[in-house]
């Protein structure tokens, strides 16, 4: 089993830069495609980012592309969240998560580990 931990997020005003970090524990993080989530509230869980075991093939939900970019650098069991120009509607309970499905997938039914989320809030 694997154990996932994200760091502290905060808070950043609209247009700010902020990076996540998710460190893996238990198992080593290279058996598992990674993911990011999030959660406004009063919304449901949606797909951030997702990156493959090597690190060779990357997804992204469309508010995100080309402002956020997923990481992972296995030697250290970590899973980065790189995000640049943020906006209000960033703001978020982020979860890190993990499953050992073979591709990428942004279907939250397929991780089946998750941090217990870390906060981000973008002000205007």
């Known amino acids: 089993q694997v154990q996932l931990v994200e760091s502290v997020g905060g808070s950043v005003p609209a247009g700010g830069s902020l990076r996540l970090s998710c460190a893996a524990s238990g198992r080593t993080v290279s058996s598992f495609v990674m993911a990011w989530f999030r959660q406004a509230p009063g919304k449901e869980r949606e797909f951030v980012a997702a990156?493959?075991?090597?690190?060779?093939?990357?997804d992204y939900s469309v508010s995100v592309k080309d402002r956020f970019t997923i990481s992972r650098d296995n030697a250290k069991n970590t899973v980065d969240l790189q995000m640049n120009s943020l906006k209000p509607e960033d703001t978020a309970q982020y979860y890190c998560?993990?499953?050992?499905?073979?591709?990428?997938?942004?279907?939250?039914?397929?991780?089946?580990?998750w941090g217990q989320g870390t906060r981000v809030t973008v002000s205007s």
């Open positions: 998560a993990a499953t050992g499905l073979l591709g990428v997938t942004s279907d939250s039914r397929n991780y089946y580990a």
């Open positions: 990156i493959s075991r090597n690190g060779g093939s990357r």
